[in-house]
């Protein structure tokens, strides 16, 4: 089908219908643009899909552009060179530092993949490929494309470098939000609004569902840590390293300041969270106010007395031997590897022992089992009881809630001629697309992978 001049072409190649698996397709006027290039995470850390060709031809892409470091929004960058791309990847400069860690994480974690040939597309050689094409700039900063093309990003909030993308062709405003943060977050600046889109691409994760509030989790955090503390135990909390893990520090960091919490050991055992962590501290210009304030009063809001980082393993071995109480963060989050499973083996048999929950737990993880109430596991061929008190807080989410969603669409109600839902699962996407229909009157479509709309911009 030939496009008209004032026609742009949008494919859902994939991330719609589903969470992960981030990818869109943007072409008009004799240009090809990619919005994020994410991994489909499943049960396993990556999909059979994953390996299967693209839909288009990676060579003939102009520019990618990159929402945020999640894996699953930057995740099959390997196979995209690996293909034949070699274009422009243009992201936040804070996005660009911590793709590079997260691309050598997962290669690491794949390495030992044979039966799909993983560790031959994510080589050393393909992550460095992709890093060299990479720029980073600033929030705002517009990029001018020949044919008429205006880019820039806006803050998401989700997590930090994370941006909505602006495209401006023809006067026409095309919004991709990539994944919106849960705001107000205690170290990343709220949302930015965005007043008048033509078109809006939006997530819809939680398009069917609210959180807890927010305001009491850190009570319950407060309560959970003292409780352990009281039963001489250790507390085990599986982390979600980007993020997440920040955040958790930073409250931490307060609790023991306030002193609403006794000092004691404390360990980050996690290799990639220590990393992140530090490229938290080196971006700490695109943190909120509040946060700033603080560092700039000279308190190490990543640091506190107790915190000890064991990058090395035999640092992490030893933690065994600390005697109680103490607190371990490790990763992975829902427990499915990492580090925190040898804690788990160790302590979920002892009953002062506890173990926190502080993120969604997808179906066949060993999370979800533990979130489930099993009684037994088994860890490595061996079976473990399970007799620790186990918690959860559900506050931490770092996505909007359907009703935020909705508010947030609101403020460009009055220019947005369709909105589609997209990075959800089927249900939550429908879901926030008749609520956006019935609250604000506004034109919405739940489109599926695969599927392809044109977007006119007269
Ligand atoms: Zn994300």
Redesign the pocket.
């Known amino acids: 089908m030939e496009l008209k001049d004032t026609e742009l072409k949008l494919t859902f190649a994939n991330g719609a219908g589903t969470v992960t698996g981030a990818n869109f397709l943007l072409e008009g006027n004799g240009k090809k643009f990619l919005i994020d290039c994410g991994l489909v995470q499943g049960e396993k850390i990556a999909d059979e899909l994953n390996w299967t060709d693209f839909t288009y031809d990676p060579h003939s892409i102009d520019i990618l552009f990159i929402t945020?470091a999640?894996i699953?929004?930057i995740g099959r960058i390997p196979k995209l060179i690996q293909d034949g791309f070699n274009g422009r990847i243009i992201s936040t400069i804070p996005t660009r530092d911590i793709v590079q860690v997260m691309l050598e994480d997962t290669a690491h974690l794949l390495s030992h993949d044979t039966e799909h040939g993983l560790k031959d597309i994510y080589t050393a050689e393909n992550i460095k490929a992709a890093m060299d094409l990479w720029e980073g700039i600033e929030y705002h900063h517009v990029v001018n494309v020949d044919h008429g093309f205006q880019f820039s990003f806006k803050d998401s909030g989700?997590?930090l470098g994370?941006a909505m993308i602006e495209i401006v062709y023809n006067g026409k405003k095309i919004v991709f939000t990539g994944?919106l943060g849960n705001s107000p977050s205690p170290i990343l600046p709220d949302t930015e609004k965005v007043t008048d889109a033509d078109y809006m691409i939006m997530e819809s994760v939680y398009g069917d569902r609210n959180h807890e509030d927010r305001s009491e989790r850190k009570q319950k955090l407060i309560k959970v840590i003292n409780e352990n503390y009281k039963r001489n135990g250790t507390l085990m909390i599986p982390l979600f390293s980007l993020e997440r893990t920040q955040e958790l520090i930073f409250e931490i960091n307060e609790m023991v300041a306030e002193k609403s919490i006794p000092e004691m050991p404390i360990f980050l055992d996690s290799p990639l969270a220590i990393k992140l962590t530090r490229i938290y501290k080196a971006n700490s210009k695109y943190f909120n106010k509040e946060a700033r304030d603080i560092i700039a009063s000279g308190d190490d809001i990543f640091n506190f007395p107790g915190l000890k980082l064991t990058e090395e393993t035999s640092e992490s071995k030893a933690i065994l031997s600390v005697p109680n109480p103490k607190i371990i963060m490790a990763g992975s989050g829902m427990s499915n590897g990492g580090r925190i499973i040898h804690h788990e083996k160790n302590y979920l048999p002892n009953p002062n022992d506890t173990l926190l929950l502080v993120g969604y737990q997808s179906a066949g993880t060993m999370g979800r089992l533990i979130q489930e109430g099993v009684k037994k596991l088994h860890i490595q061929n061996e079976e473990i009881p399970v007799r620790a008190h186990i918690e959860m807080i559900s506050g931490y989410s770092?996505h909007k809630d359907s009703d935020h969603l909705v508010e947030f669409v609101a403020d460009t109600a009055k220019t947005v001629k369709k909105i589609f839902t997209v990075m959800g699962e089927p249900k939550a996407a429908l879901f926030l697309a008749q609520k956006i229909k019935d609250n604000l009157d506004i034109n919405t479509e739940s489109p599926m992978a695969g599927d392809t709309i044109i977007l006119d911009c007269k």
């Open positions: 945020h999640h699953d929004h989700h997590i994370s994944d770092g």
